[in-house]
């Protein structure tokens, strides 16, 4: 399995925006659904957006109505426009399959989003 690759992230003062993209291997991007997940330190990954093949979406309350996330099925990729940024937003953010199952690609190196106030 390839790793996704994703991109986008910086530094980014509290109401910003970014886009982060995330390239994946075909074979990853067939999969049913893809997502984006988060890691803060000392907190566990928290999944954060869910885009179906079909493009039906779904995100926690957390980021609902301030994240959107979509997919380009021509080239593998998956963005997810982030909006109105705080600082609890601050994480490594990754992309991977929907559930984690057997499916999964292995973790990429992630891009990380810092949020000041």
């Known amino acids: 399995q390839v790793q996704p690759v994703e991109s986008g992230g910086g530094l980014v003062q509290a109401g910003g925006s970014l886009r982060l993209s995330c390239a994946a291997s075909?074979?990853?991007?067939?999969?049913?659904?893809m997502g984006w997940y988060r890691r803060a330190p000392g907190k566990q990954r928290e999944l954060v957006a869910t885009?179906?093949?079909?493009?039906?979406?779904n995100y926690p309350d957390s980021v609902k109505g301030r994240f959107t996330i979509t997919r380009d099925n021509t080239k593998n990729t998956v963005y997810m426009q982030m909006n109105s940024l705080k600082p609890e937003d601050t994480a490594v953010y990754y992309c991977?399959?929907?559930?984690?199952?057997?499916?999964?690609?292995?973790w990429g190196q992630g891009t990380q989003v810092t949020v000041s106030s």
């Open positions: 885009i179906t093949s079909g493009g039906s979406t």
């Open positions: 075909r074979s990853i991007f067939n999969i049913e659904a």
């Open positions: 991977n399959t929907v559930p984690l199952d057997w499916r999964m690609a292995p």
